[in-house]
């Protein structure tokens, strides 16, 4: 089932983080970043805006597991957030997926960071009266802690995704977070920590994307107030 977009999730998402004790992290040795967790409104079919052809970006690539294939299809439909595809030729990062998001410029918080890399990454112009609240904090492996403003994109929107930075953007429904097999955990052997995977479409989302996402459904969606913070990441993301 498809979750409605309409002014009642509007009015639960910006209630459930009014009363979330938010985690803030401060981290001296770690640079401060933010990604927009834009809500928008799709339909069935309509999973992607892409500058690019995305077989190129598949070949090659290392699968996670046997029928896997990195495809984000059937993900539409409803209430969704946007979800990013980042270019191979990206020197951070490159060829992962991602909400759209990057480092704090001087001046800038978190929500003024988000809302600029929403424009430069996938040509969206949202103001500040759009902002719903704030995640909890995530640090990263590569020497971030990670802001996640959650945006509400007040309808479909129409998406220019910058090819030098973004292969596709993706409109993925709400409801493809509470798939049955969602989240999965696993453990690795560098760390104590267990790694959280989210199912959607043909691929896995690991963190911090991943564990961004598994809080907007915990906290947004279900009203539960875990934490994230302390879910791991896979070795490929920890440079």
Not at 128 to 138: A, E, I, P, T, W
Not at 214 to 239: I, M, N, S, T, Y
Request: proline share 7%.
């Amino acid at each position: 089932m498809t979750v409605t977009y309409d002014d009642g999730l509007r009015d639960q998402v910006r209630a459930q983080l009014a009363g979330h004790d938010r985690r803030a992290l401060t981290d001296p040795t770690k640079r401060h970043a933010a990604v927009a967790v834009v809500l928008v409104d799709s339909e069935l079919g309509e999973d992607r805006v892409d500058p690019a052809n995305v077989d190129d970006w598949i070949d090659g690539r290392l699968m996670p597991e046997e029928g896997l294939d990195g495809r984000m299809i059937d993900v539409s439909g409803g209430a969704a957030f946007l979800l990013c595809r980042r270019t191979s030729r990206l020197s951070s990062h490159p060829a992962q997926w991602a909400l759209p998001g990057g480092r704090l410029d001087p001046g800038e918080d978190a929500v003024d960071a988000a809302l600029r890399e929403l424009d430069e990454e996938v040509g969206v112009t949202l103001g500040h009266s759009s902002v719903l609240g704030l995640l909890d904090d995530y640090p990263t492996r590569s020497g971030y802690v990670i802001t996640p403003v959650v945006i509400w994109g007040g309808g479909r929107l129409d998406l220019r995704p910058a090819p030098d930075e973004v292969v596709a953007v993706y409109r993925v429904g709400l409801h493809q977070l509470q798939r049955d097999d969602s989240p999965r955990f696993i453990t690795i052997a560098e760390s104590p920590r267990p790694v959280v995977q989210i199912p959607l479409g043909n691929d896995l989302i690991h963190a911090p994307t991943g564990a961004v996402l598994l809080q907007l459904r915990w906290l947004c969606l279900e009203g539960r107030h875990d934490p994230v913070h302390e879910l791991e990441q896979p070795v490929f993301a920890w440079k």
